[in-house]
């Protein structure tokens, strides 16, 4: 199973992007799905995550300006982020829980980095 996070890049405060996460390989069942951020030496925090049944929560630093969606068939996630903010410069990872088959995991995508700069 892999995740795999794209759509990082460079914006000014104030912009917009949008975050994509595609699961693949050995995929019986999808559970909750997340993204999570981290800035050189602190801890991975989390930001937003999705049940499959569409339930979601939000850091508070994010709710109101983030929303995230996901595609139960195409074992997707996705992060739109509007209003943002100098703080919210760091690398993006996508998580999700997997049943491969032979039980869940955990599963993490390689990281995606959103830069907010003027």
């Known amino acids: 199973v892999q995740l795999q996070a794209s759509g990082g890049g460079l914006v000014q405060p104030g912009g917009s992007l949008r975050l994509s996460c595609v699961a693949s390989?050995?995929?019986?069942?999808?559970?909750?799905m997340a993204w999570h951020r981290q800035v050189p030496g602190n801890l991975r925090e989390l930001v937003a995550g999705?049940?499959?049944?569409?339930?979601?929560n939000y850091a508070d630093s994010v709710r109101g300006r983030f929303t995230v969606s996901r595609d139960n068939a195409k074992n997707t996630i996705w992060l739109q982020m509007n209003s943002l903010k100098l703080e919210d410069t760091a690398v993006y990872f996508c998580?999700?829980?997997?049943?491969?088959?032979?039980?869940?995991?955990?599963?993490w995508g390689q990281g995606t980095l959103v830069t907010v700069s003027s």
């Open positions: 998580n999700a829980e997997v049943n491969d088959g032979q039980g869940w995991d955990d599963y």
């Open positions: 390989g050995s995929i019986t069942a999808v559970s909750a």
């Open positions: 999705i049940t499959n049944g569409g339930s979601t």
